[in-house]
């Protein structure tokens, strides 16, 4: 996992261990879709594509092949929706969401939403959550100095 800190902490465009450069954007922008960018930070700025490429050459490595199939079905929806894009990335926002929903229910798009969740609001030396913005969207605190509640067992 040293690698995974180091990753947390890179600047985007950071080297993939697992996805190329291309399936690297593709998959940041549907988790973008996923969990978006509002008035708070959304999964792009959390950086979960680092968190699921680490975590498909860690942890989920079943999943490799998941992902190696969902890429060659999600080209070939992209080139139906436009042709004239490099990838999922290229679409607009509203394409991105028509492909989506046409996926929605492959075992690609469920480990795409289940890693994009992970990665949102797992520890950020996972290499997700970056600078804590899954945590800060939910209001977690972190600190771990917790006081028990107080309740009929503790009365003297």
Do not use: C
């Not at 261990?17 to 959390?46: C, H, R, Y």
């Not at 942890?59 to 004239?84: E, I, S, W």
């Amino acid at each position: 996992w040293d690698s995974a800190v180091k990753a947390a902490d890179m600047a985007p465009g950071t080297a993939m261990t697992f996805f190329t450069p291309n399936q690297a954007l593709d998959v940041e922008a549907m988790s973008a879709q996923i969990i978006p960018t509002t008035d708070t930070p959304g999964a792009k700025e959390a950086r979960v594509v680092v968190f699921i490429d680490l975590a498909l050459v860690t942890f989920a490595k079943n999943a490799q092949d998941t992902y190696t199939k969902g890429f060659a079905d999600l080209a070939q929806k992209v080139r139906a929706v436009n042709p004239n894009v490099d990838g999922f990335a290229g679409l607009t926002p509203a394409q991105q969401t028509q492909v989506l929903t046409s996926i929605e229910k492959t075992p690609f798009f469920q480990a795409v939403r289940s890693h994009t969740i992970m990665g949102m609001f797992a520890a950020p030396q996972h290499g997700g959550n970056y600078q804590k913005a899954g945590w800060e969207l939910i209001d977690f605190d972190d600190s771990l100095n917790f006081q028990p509640p107080f309740g009929a067992y503790d009365r003297v």
